[in-house]
């Protein structure tokens, strides 16, 4: 138990803690090894160990600070993000995490961790409890970026409905951190639909439209329903809000 009040503040911790707890590497290797061995530690993954609670026998970090100790860049993103704000309409069973390294995803106490790649280390929050997190405007514009691959479009909107207001100012940050045309495209169409919902002034949408392509795009796949916003030079659905309404949709699948 020497180590262990140590560790328990740390909730997780790799090899090279335990060396600056233990003082060696020798040190640190057997006791990492002996406490696994009594269960006061579990190994989330290689050279990530999970501190084990002698009241309740459970890992002590929750998703949010295991996926913020993955590599020393990882920052939760994307639909997390959401969840940890608590502007998730839904509780996912999957963390998304971003990091410049190169990673496996993983599982572990019944969640599933995904690495998504992320460039450099911009619109990041790193809290007092030991969790990395984008920002709510950079996790929207990510979100907008990605909501084909990570919960749909019905579920994207959903979150965005229960933000109470973004600052547009930063929302720019985000997007001039992407430099896509599209981006701006897709972002100004989404985002004004919920212009009122989100507070978002006027200079927010001229300045994406005046970053937007040029050259009329989709908003994804084509659809039968899908109109030409001609300020966006975007086809995309008539009625955006619509699809929030008619609840589980085809647009789920996205």
Same mark, same amino acid.
């Not at 911790?13 to 290797?29: P, R, V």
């Not at 913020?68 to 502007?87: K, L, M, N, Q």
């Not at 410049?100 to 019944?110: L, M, T």
């Not at 907008?144 to 100012?169: M, T, V």
């Given at each position: 138990?020497?180590?262990?009040?140590?560790?328990?503040?740390?909730?997780?911790?790799?090899?090279?803690?335990?060396?600056?707890?233990?003082?060696?590497?020798?040190?640190?290797?057997?006791?990492?090894?002996?406490?696994?061995?009594?269960?006061?530690?579990?190994?989330?993954?290689?050279?990530?160990?999970?501190?084990?609670?002698?009241?309740?026998?459970?890992?002590?970090?929750?998703?949010?600070?295991?996926?913020?100790?993955?590599?020393?860049?990882?920052?939760?993103?994307?639909?997390?993000?959401?969840?940890?704000?608590?502007?998730?309409?839904?509780? @996912?069973?999957?963390?998304?995490?971003?990091?410049?390294?190169?990673?496996?995803?993983?599982?572990?106490?019944?969640? +599933?961790?995904?690495?998504?790649?992320?460039?450099? +280390?911009?619109?990041?929050?790193?809290?007092?409890?030991?969790?990395?997190?984008?920002?709510?405007?950079?996790?929207?514009?990510?979100?907008?970026?990605? @909501?084909?691959?990570?919960?749909?479009?019905?579920?994207?909107?959903?979150?965005?409905?229960?933000?109470?207001?973004?600052?547009?100012?930063?929302?720019?940050?985000?997007?001039?951190?992407?430099?896509?045309?599209?981006?701006?495209? #897709?972002?100004?169409?989404?985002?004004?639909?919920?212009?009122?919902?989100?507070?978002?002034?006027?200079?927010? @949408?001229?300045?994406?439209?005046?970053?937007?392509?040029?050259?009329?795009?989709? @908003?994804?796949?084509?659809?039968?329903?899908?109109?030409?916003? #001609?300020?966006?030079?975007?086809?995309?659905?008539?009625?955006?809000?619509?699809?929030? +309404?008619?609840?589980?949709?085809?647009?789920?699948?996205?």
């Amino acid at each position: 138990m020497e180590r262990y009040r140590e560790l328990a503040a740390l909730r997780c911790f790799t090899h090279k803690d335990m060396i600056q707890l233990a003082g060696s590497e020798s040190a640190a290797t057997w006791q990492i090894k002996s406490y696994l061995q009594k269960g006061y530690i579990e190994r989330i993954r290689r050279d990530l160990y999970a501190v084990i609670s002698m009241e309740t026998g459970q890992p002590i970090p929750n998703r949010y600070q295991i996926a913020s100790r993955v590599t020393d860049d990882a920052c939760i993103s994307h639909h997390s993000a959401f969840e940890y704000y608590g502007y998730a309409n839904q509780v @996912f069973y999957d963390m998304y995490f971003a990091t410049e390294k190169r990673v496996r995803p993983f599982s572990y106490d019944g969640i +599933n961790y995904y690495p998504l790649i992320r460039q450099r +280390n911009a619109g990041v929050i790193e809290t007092d409890t030991g969790v990395r997190v984008t920002s709510l405007e950079r996790t929207v514009i990510d979100s907008i970026a990605d @909501f084909e691959k990570i919960g749909g479009l019905e579920e994207l909107l959903r979150c965005l409905l229960l933000i109470p207001s973004l600052d547009s100012d930063k929302l720019l940050d985000a997007l001039e951190f992407y430099g896509r045309s599209q981006l701006y495209q #897709k972002a100004g169409y989404i985002l004004e639909t919920l212009k009122d919902e989100l507070s978002l002034p006027e200079h927010f @949408f001229a300045e994406c439209e005046n970053r937007s392509s040029a050259s009329k795009t989709y @908003f994804f796949e084509k659809q039968s329903d899908f109109v030409l916003y #001609k300020r966006w030079k975007l086809f995309a659905p008539k009625d955006l809000k619509s699809i929030i +309404n008619k609840g589980v949709t085809d647009y789920d699948a996205i």
